[in-house]
């Protein structure tokens, strides 16, 4: 069955550095979205895309965030500056269409812990 | 602010028995709903997902969806061990794909 692939596995990165998630969505799906969960608390939706743009992100994604699909198959979050309260699980996910009918796929997510 | 509420247990069920979880939602605009199983440091992986009102049965589970009362249920028959995770309720609502998920609840399946 295809699946959304994410890499790292786990990101250990020093405060104030640069990292950027990579995530390969299922091949046939045309809406990527960036969710993560902080240890213990809820999965929090950050940004929805979809034809090589933005189509939605929440107030957690502000300035220090960015996305991009590079080519034909990566789909990447960068986060620039990176603090302490960074650190969570980010999912990647993918979805076909977006009509409703059509359910969200999750990778296996990156564990990035922010020293 | 959009919520999606769930009793965070555990909810323990001895194995065979059915385990019954809720969610509430508050945006009526909701428009599509989502259980999805997460287990302990794992990602969360699609059980089944409803948009109408009534009853969805795929297998051992059934969602049950009542929008009037904003009210999504899952039903899981003969639970088993290897149903003991986090079970997250999440919606989307009719204007754009986000999902927003509750807290979950946790099942734990009882030999």
């Known amino acids: 069955e295809p699946e959304v692939t994410q890499t790292p596995s786990h990101q250990v990165t020093q405060m104030g550095q640069e990292v950027i998630l990579r995530c390969v969505p299922i091949?046939?799906?045309?809406?990527f979205y960036w969710y993560r969960q902080i240890l213990g608390q809820k999965v929090e939706f950050l940004v929805s895309?979809?034809?090589?743009?933005?189509?939605?992100k929440s107030e957690i994604f502000d300035d220090q965030f960015s996305v991009e699909r590079p080519d034909g198959s990566n789909f990447t979050l960068k986060i620039r500056s990176t603090k302490l309260e960074d650190s969570a699980m980010y999912f990647c996910a993918s979805s076909g269409v977006v009509d409703g009918n059509q359910p969200q796929h999750f990778g296996d997510g990156t564990r990035l812990s922010i020293l | 602010q959009k919520e999606v509420e769930q009793n965070s247990g555990p909810l323990s069920v001895p194995e065979g028995a059915i385990a019954s979880l809720n969610c509430t939602y508050s945006?009526?605009?909701?428009?599509?709903f989502f259980w999805y199983r997460q287990y302990s440091g794992k990602s969360p992986e699609l059980i089944m997902f409803i948009y109408s009102n009534g009853d969805k049965e795929d297998g051992r589970f059934t969602a049950q969806l009542n929008k009037a009362s904003q009210y999504v249920s899952l039903l899981i028959r003969d639970s088993q061990p290897s149903d003991s995770a986090t079970y997250l309720c999440a919606a989307k609502e009719a204007a754009g794909n986000k999902l927003t998920f509750g807290g979950g609840t946790r099942v734990l399946v009882k030999p």
């Open positions: 091949s046939n799906h045309l809406y």
């Open positions: 945006d009526r605009g909701s428009q599509s």
């Open positions: 895309f979809y034809n090589n743009e933005i189509s939605e």
